[in-house]
């Protein structure tokens, strides 16, 4: 009896052909590795334009550091004259202008800070109105 019940299960079971191999066909390999090599392109396109955005963001927020020291420096001075001061701090270089503004006892500062970022000068511009004493008191 156990003998004919083994039989059953047996049969139920079909064997497979001795040709058919398992695995994956050399065009499934070749779609697959494009695919995978299309998506790091993609991934390591958008890592290099992230770390681009990071630095010029970095310069870009040490130029504005930059220029408002500068102004905060003009502000400072008990006695500002119109003048063109002009200096280089690491890779910026930059330019404070105090010039004669259209209101009476009123000056009008303009910082501007350039540096050099992949080939091309970028510029940040900073502009403030400053009160001058007037060279004569009853003035």
């Not at 695995?23 to 494009?34: D, K, P, S």
């Not at 998506?39 to 992230?50: E, I, K, P």
């Not at 001061?85 to 350039?114: F, H």
Request: glycine letters at 6%; hydrophobic letters at 40%.
């Amino acid at each position: 009896m156990k003998y004919q019940g083994f039989k059953k299960n047996c049969s139920r079971h079909q064997a497979r052909p001795e040709n058919t191999a398992t695995g994956f066909t050399m065009v499934e390999v070749i779609v697959a590795l494009a695919i995978l090599g299309i998506s790091l392109a993609a991934v390591f396109g958008a890592m290099r334009m992230c770390s681009t955005a990071s630095h010029h963001s970095r310069m870009l927020t040490k130029s504005v550091l930059l220029a408002e020291s500068l102004l905060t420096e003009v502000k400072l001075d008990r006695n500002p004259v119109f003048e063109t001061r002009r200096g280089q701090k690491g890779l910026y270089r930059w330019r404070v202008q105090i010039a004669a503004a259209p209101v009476e006892n009123v000056g009008a500062i303009c910082v501007r800070v350039k540096w050099q970022e992949q080939q091309r000068t970028q510029q940040y511009e900073l502009l403030s109105l400053i009160h001058i004493k007037p060279a004569i008191e009853g003035k």
